[in-house]
């Protein structure tokens, strides 16, 4: 089966109850919710949609809500505006303009930041000013690279330093719905440093979430800090968009490899993201550039790619997940699986254990896990065969999803004893079809089922050996 994950962008071309279900048919393992866009109200529907569907196939999927965060904006123009290069133009700390010449931008702190020679880029660097004049209320500005504007376009400023909270108000309501909601994942944006995780991390903890927290790094401040950054977050997302403008984009490619390797060794969540197959926003097949990015993002080790516009409002999203797919198949025939990674704590050194087993033996690795984190820890050496992941805990099957092959099977109890627990193994993984009479398993759990925390078990069973002893023992039971 297929081992990096592919998450779908839902917008108004894919929210539809239909495509929703023919895009879980093609492989999407996760639907990304960009609380940047929609309402409430339309985010509700589509999770409810997708947990039915979920149930109704037996497929667990993920839901990561996106929160808007930090981003700068233009306000509202009265047209589209077409700069030339050369113009000068004026950006004014208002919401709106019908003045030619003056772009609103409604962020006074940020405009009071900048200083000659600064650059701005609107609308992910098609357009670029440079910073003539910061003296009095507007600031003036050169045309660099001149093209079309419109109302709402993103602005970055490489460079200067916003100081702003990571989590806007916008944020903090998006979150609490998000509880609400039961959500999968949460994705802070523009991460700048690790404090920015613990402020996110402290504010969805007063709320009562418990969702896993991805840090999306778009911003050359967190490139900067990714190794203090990772400790303290479960994923973290390489937004090639915004960061190929904050960064030069010749170092986007060599910094989203050391983002992927950096997180793998941590056992963290590595998505790559961002105009993976945007020709396919319009166009039925993808340029064969885009297939070499992908095939290169799954031979790097990431945990998922992410689909963002070409699901969303694409004309061809379920069919932009059926090239993500295969793609990605075919990288993974030539995978360099097994990988011989230092490890640290208990988990990791039980994790480390079964994969060497799982490869020596050519087993099937199986992991029970009340919050995912021996999943996680297992995947992290990437193991050639399909880690099937059980719990008790349905939330935790969702958010294993994500994980690099690991594929969430079903619930069991939270069984104490280790006989019946293994029993309940056995038979769910025979029902599942993923396990037959002549494999070998290596099954990793704690000393306490249902408990976290608790990892420290490693058997391996031959499920023939198993299943003649099981019934050996039961006859003798019966004739005494």
């Keep these: 089966m297929r081992k990096t994950r592919i998450i779908a962008t839902i917008g108004p071309a894919s929210r539809d109850p239909e495509t929703l279900a023919q895009m879980i048919s093609a492989g999407m393992d996760c639907a990304r919710l960009n ?19 979920s149930k109704e196939r037996g497929r667990p999927v993920a839901i990561l809500q996106d929160l808007g965060g930090i981003k700068m904006r233009l306000g509202r123009l009265s047209g589209p505006v077409h700069l030339n290069p050369g113009d000068e133009v004026s950006l004014a700390a208002e919401a709106s303009s019908e003045q030619a010449g003056i772009l609103p931008f409604p962020h006074p702190d940020v405009l009071s930041d ?8 609107i609308a992910d660097g098609t357009v670029q000013l440079e910073v003539i004049e910061a003296e009095g209320p507007e600031i003036r500005a050169r045309v660099c690279d001149g093209g079309t504007v419109s109302s709402f376009k993103g602005v970055n400023l490489p460079g200067v330093s916003v100081a702003r909270p990571v989590l806007t108000d916008e944020d903090k309501a998006a979150v609490r719905y998000g509880v609400e909601q039961e959500v999968d994942w949460v994705a802070v944006s523009f991460v700048r440093t690790v404090e920015d995780i613990r402020y996110a ?42 960061l190929g403008v904050e960064i030069p984009m010749e170092r986007v490619p060599i910094v989203q490899k050391q983002v992927v390797e950096k997180a793998n060794d941590a056992a963290k969540v590595s998505v790559i993201a961002t105009q993976i197959l945007s020709s396919m926003v319009n166009s039925p097949t993808p340029t064969r550039a885009e297939i070499s990015d992908i095939a290169n993002a799954a031979l790097d080790g990431c945990d998922a790619i992410l689909l963002s516009d070409e699901t969303a409002v694409g004309k061809h999203p379920v069919e932009t997940i059926r090239v993500a797919d295969v793609t990605i198949r075919e990288a993974e025939r030539v995978y360099p699986y097994h990988k011989d990674l230092h490890s640290s704590g208990r988990t990791q050194a039980v994790a480390a254990a079964a994969a060497h087993l799982v490869r020596d033996l ?35 099957l ?34 599942s079809g993923l396990v037959n009479e002549t494999d070998v398993v290596t099954i990793v759990h704690g000393f306490l089922p249902g408990v976290a925390g608790t990892t420290n078990t490693i058997q391996v069973l031959d499920i023939r050996e198993y299943l003649e002893h099981t019934s050996a023992v039961r006859s003798l039971e019966e004739r005494t």
């Design 114 to 121: 900048l200083r000659p020679g600064h650059q701005v880029f």
């Design 201 to 242: 991390r402290a504010y969805l903890a007063s709320i009562g979430s418990t969702a896993p927290v991805m840090a999306k790094l778009e911003r050359g401040q967190g490139i900067d800090n990714v190794d203090s950054i990772l400790p303290e977050v479960d994923g973290v997302m390489v937004a090639r968009g915004d």
């Design 362 to 396: 050519r087993a099937k690795p199986i992991v029970v896990t009340s919050t995912g984190r021996a999943a996680f820890q297992v995947s992290r050496f990437r193991p050639q065969g399909d880690v099937l992941v059980f719990s008790h805990d349905a939330a935790t």
């Design 35 to 53: 609380f940047s866009h929609g309402t409430f109200e339309e985010h509700g529907e589509v999770i409810r949609t997708l947990r039915r569907l």
């Design 398 to 431: 969702r958010r294993a999803s994500l994980g690099w092959g690991l594929f969430p099977v079903g619930l069991i109890p939270p069984e104490r004893d280790v006989a019946n627990l293994v029993a309940s193994l056995v038979k769910a993984s025979l029902d």
